[in-house]
């Protein structure tokens, strides 16, 4: 398959952040040929790139992929009361039908507002990957640990099932899994090991929640005599596979264990305020050490959305007024957060999270044409502080459009819907 955008504006985050106007090629997945200058060749797709923004497609580094079945669904609300009362009874009821459906759905939404990588821990991910493959988005599939069992297998099947997981989806062209145990407090020392066990042997990612309430932290130290860090750094999974969500509650010291150890971060802000967990991750202070940070959604029920832009603006704008400093979080670094930082928070920096060619062709396109885009003093600015999900009218991942000018290509946008919506409510009745 061939794709040629012409005459656009490229945000091409590369390693000098460049903006180009010209043209892409693109043909069997790649970036081919980046030209200021026209490309005569004949493709499958030729896309008219007047009055468009062409970047990298987003990457989501946290989220839980069928909970768009949850959105709305028992807000403001206290963390735990919301969900012992909320959410565990709904999704002791999932199945795989309502696992597929709210998987479309987040597709959809992700496809339409730009993102085209997500890294994801839920239960049933064998079926959350066969859609995610069938539909053509690129997934980090994250086999969620719990040490009481999940809604799909029982404890002691747990890492059985886990093992097998991930011998079907490892040579995959557009999925990787992932190994995702869910937090130090639902997974003890046993589990956490052999998490790291499978993970080395495999050559695979780990995915973790970790100190993302004042609570979770006391509880674990109350528990083991070490904060959440200090409990993955004793049994070696504070490593360079590892990818810890949320981190809200960490010390500086903490920090300097994370960048010696090699691991990751993901940010998820805006789930962090609408949960109110008091605390805020120190973006800062992670960037000063040089630990690499990715945004993520976390799950549409706690979101509620799975926009990307909406987590770019949120995170400038919270640090911003955290520090009352206008200048400590710029709007390229959120666009950095979001495109080549979480690629790197994934090991795959070297194939998308910049337009560059010889990297995949893992493209997104936006409408610069509208009233809130207009003027174009700062492109870069405009991303973060203007741009919405839904000014996103093509979506190309490893050189196969997804949307184009706004129509799918791969879903069905009302039937999809409409059976969302109906179950839905079957679950939630």
């Given at each position: 398959?061939?794709?040629?955008?012409?005459?656009?504006?490229?945000?091409?985050?590369?390693?000098?952040?460049?903006?180009?106007?010209?043209?892409?090629?693109?043909?069997d997945?790649?970036v081919?040929?980046?030209?200021?200058?026209?490309?005569?060749?004949?493709?499958?797709y030729?896309?008219?790139?007047?009055?468009?923004?062409?970047?990298?497609?987003?990457?989501?580094?946290?989220?839980?992929?069928p909970m768009?079945?949850?959105?709305?669904?028992?807000?403001?609300?206290v963390?735990?009361?919301?969900?012992?009362?909320?959410?565990?009874?709904?999704?002791s009821?999932?199945?795989?039908?309502?696992?597929?459906?709210?998987?479309?759905?987040?597709?959809?939404?992700?496809?339409?507002?730009?993102?085209?990588?997500?890294?994801?821990?839920?239960?049933?991910?064998?079926?959350?990957?066969?859609?995610?493959?069938?539909?053509?988005?690129?997934?980090?599939?994250?086999?969620?640990?719990?040490d009481?069992?999940?809604?799909?297998?029982?404890?002691?099947?747990l890492?059985?099932?886990?093992e097998?997981?991930?011998?079907?989806?490892?040579?995959?062209?557009?999925?990787?899994?992932?190994?995702a145990p869910?937090?130090?407090?639902?997974?003890?020392?046993?589990?956490?090991?052999?998490?790291?066990?499978i993970?080395?042997?495999?050559?695979i990612?780990?995915?973790?929640?970790?100190?993302?309430?004042?609570e979770?932290?006391?509880?674990?130290?109350?528990?083991?005599?070490?904060?959440?860090?200090?409990?993955?750094?004793?049994?070696?999974?504070?490593?360079?596979?590892?990818?810890?969500?949320?981190?809200?509650?960490?010390?500086?010291?903490?920090?300097?264990?994370?960048?010696?150890?090699?691991?990751?971060?993901?940010h998820?802000?805006?789930?962090?305020?609408?949960?109110?967990?008091?605390g805020?991750?120190?973006?800062?202070?992670?960037?000063?050490?040089?630990?690499?940070?990715?945004?993520?959604?976390?799950?549409?029920?706690?979101n509620n959305?799975?926009?990307?832009?909406?987590?770019?603006?949120?995170c400038?704008?919270?640090?911003?007024q955290?520090?009352?400093?206008?200048?400590?979080?710029?709007?390229?670094?959120?666009?950095?957060?979001?495109?080549?930082?979480?690629?790197?928070?994934?090991?795959?920096?070297?194939?998308?999270?910049?337009?560059?060619e010889?990297?995949?062709a893992?493209?997104?396109?936006?409408d610069l044409?509208?009233p809130?885009?207009?003027?174009?003093?700062?492109?870069?600015s405009?991303l973060?502080?203007?741009?919405?999900?839904?000014?996103?009218?093509t979506?190309?991942?490893?050189?196969?459009?997804?949307?184009?000018?706004g129509?799918?290509?791969?879903?069905?946008y009302?039937?999809?819907?409409?059976?969302?919506?109906k179950c839905?409510?079957?679950?939630?009745?």
């Amino acid at each position: 398959m061939s794709v040629l955008i012409k005459d656009c504006t490229i945000l091409t985050q590369n390693e000098r952040r460049q903006q180009l106007h010209g043209n892409i090629y693109v043909e069997d997945k790649e970036v081919v040929q980046i030209s200021k200058k026209p490309i005569p060749i004949e493709t499958d797709y030729k896309i008219d790139g007047r009055k468009k923004l062409v970047l990298p497609g987003l990457i989501n580094t946290h989220t839980h992929i069928p909970m768009t079945l949850l959105r709305g669904y028992g807000d403001d609300m206290v963390l735990q009361k919301w969900l012992e009362e909320k959410i565990w009874p709904v999704e002791s009821k999932l199945n795989n039908e309502s696992v597929e459906i709210g998987t479309k759905l987040g597709l959809l939404e992700m496809i339409a507002s730009g993102t085209t990588s997500f890294l994801d821990m839920y239960f049933f991910e064998e079926i959350i990957g066969k859609i995610t493959e069938k539909i053509g988005t690129r997934g980090f599939l994250g086999f969620a640990l719990i040490d009481s069992g999940t809604p799909e297998y029982s404890a002691e099947d747990l890492l059985p099932k886990c093992e097998q997981f991930v011998r079907r989806w490892k040579n995959k062209d557009l999925l990787q899994p992932v190994i995702a145990p869910h937090a130090i407090y639902t997974c003890g020392p046993e589990t956490l090991q052999k998490s790291l066990e499978i993970a080395n042997k495999h050559d695979i990612h780990l995915h973790i929640h970790c100190s993302e309430t004042r609570e979770e932290v006391y509880d674990v130290q109350n528990r083991y005599g070490l904060r959440p860090i200090g409990q993955l750094k004793k049994y070696g999974l504070l490593c360079k596979k590892m990818v810890l969500v949320h981190c809200g509650w960490i010390t500086k010291n903490e920090i300097l264990d994370i960048k010696k150890g090699g691991s990751k971060v993901s940010h998820n802000p805006v789930s962090n305020m609408k949960i109110a967990t008091g605390g805020y991750a120190p973006i800062p202070e992670l960037i000063e050490a040089n630990v690499t940070v990715g945004l993520g959604t976390d799950g549409a029920a706690s979101n509620n959305t799975l926009d990307m832009f909406d987590t770019m603006k949120f995170c400038a704008l919270v640090h911003k007024q955290h520090r009352w400093d206008p200048i400590v979080l710029p709007a390229q670094t959120v666009v950095d957060f979001a495109t080549i930082g979480g690629a790197k928070c994934l090991g795959v920096e070297k194939e998308i999270g910049s337009i560059e060619e010889g990297k995949k062709a893992d493209i997104i396109m936006l409408d610069l044409k509208k009233p809130h885009l207009t003027p174009q003093h700062d492109l870069v600015s405009h991303l973060v502080y203007s741009a919405r999900g839904s000014d996103v009218v093509t979506t190309i991942v490893s050189g196969k459009p997804l949307m184009l000018e706004g129509e799918f290509l791969t879903l069905n946008y009302d039937e999809l819907l409409e059976n969302a919506e109906k179950c839905a409510k079957e679950l939630t009745s």
